[in-house]
């Protein structure tokens, strides 16, 4: 194949740089930097790690058992609005919190691993001068961020509940990915505007929840949150949670296992995989729900939820 003259090959990318540039600029939902100002106004708390600051709220008696609540992957900590109320009216002592990248938390420059998400949730726990085991509940991806704490923590870690869990196993990055400014581009112009309307995929119902793509929309707004994502995508190709089930499953402590019947993101038949990983855990099945049971069937899965803890 005959190439380009150099001088020619100059003046293409000149000119794909001056189109896309002002494109670029354009379309970039991440017009705001991430400022002392911003976390002033913003609600909840504020802890600083040593990966930055983690936005959190911590309520529910000062004497209640604790429990800590782990996100999905990109959402922030307001996905728990029905379960933090409900298990706070119960009397439960409830964390909530947003991963960095995510939310409110800082965007840190740096490789987005598994490590570093068991370094925030361990150093927030210590931060808080919670030292006594608690009750671990993750959600989607918050399925795999409990199972690792547990297996590296287990003194710390009371029960599990897992909702719609997720957890890590080998996939193919495409070459496309490890170029970041590409990257960078292509996400900004043909993906990221979509990614808010797209979370409604996780309810069976979505017109219930018309506000739903504006809450998400918020984060988008600041600078870091495409990169975390992109680096969260390229450093976690090769981790494979198989063994870390199989111990954690290994343990005597209590298990509950909460599925939406109609999940199209973590499919129900993948529970049939971590019970037999986790034999002693309780399946509650919540029919007529999609990824985000305790919002759509909110009585089941929060009766079930504090049923499980009181026992």
Known sequence: MRMLPWYAAAYAGLLFLTVAGPVYRTVD???????????????????????????????????????????????????????????????????????????YSDRPNIAYTQDVYIRQLTQLLDSLGIREPVDLGG?????????????????????????????????????????????DFITAVFEERAWASEQLDD????????????????????????????????????????????RVGRNSRPVLVIWGK??????????????KVMPRARLVTVEAAGHLPHWEQPEIVHSAWIAFLRR
């Not at 307001?78 to 109320?85: E, L, N, R, S, V």
């Not at 009371?158 to 193919?172: A, I, Q, T």
């Not at 999940?263 to 971590?274: A, G, H, K």
């Open 203 to 246: 309810f069976l119902h979505p017109e219930r929840f018309p506000d739903w793509p504006a809450r998400y929309r918020v984060q988008l707004q600041y600078k870091g949150f495409r990169a975390a994502r992109l680096s969260e995508l390229i450093n976690n190709a090769k981790a494979n949670q198989s063994a870390e089930l199989i």
């Open 29 to 103: 939902t991440e017009k705001l930097d991430w400022t002392p100002a911003v976390r002033a106004a913003a609600p909840g708390s504020f802890v600083s790690l040593s990966d930055g600051y983690t936005h959190y709220e911590l309520a529910g008696p000062s004497g209640g058992r604790t429990v800590v609540l782990a996100a999905g992957a990109t959402v922030p900590y307001y996905i728990w609005d029905p379960t933090f109320a409900a298990l706070t009216s119960a009397g439960f002592r409830v964390l909530r919190y947003d991963y960095f990248g995510r939310g």
């Open 139 to 183: 959600l989607s991806f918050g399925g795999s961020v409990i199972t690792t704490f547990a297996d590296r923590f287990p003194q710390r870690v009371r029960s599990l509940v897992y909702m719609d869990p997720g957890f890590r196993e080998p996939y193919d990055i495409p070459d496309v990915a490890r170029l970041k400014t590409a990257t």
């Open 262 to 275: 109609q999940d199209t993101n973590v499919p129900f038949e993948n529970s049939e995989t971590l019970m």
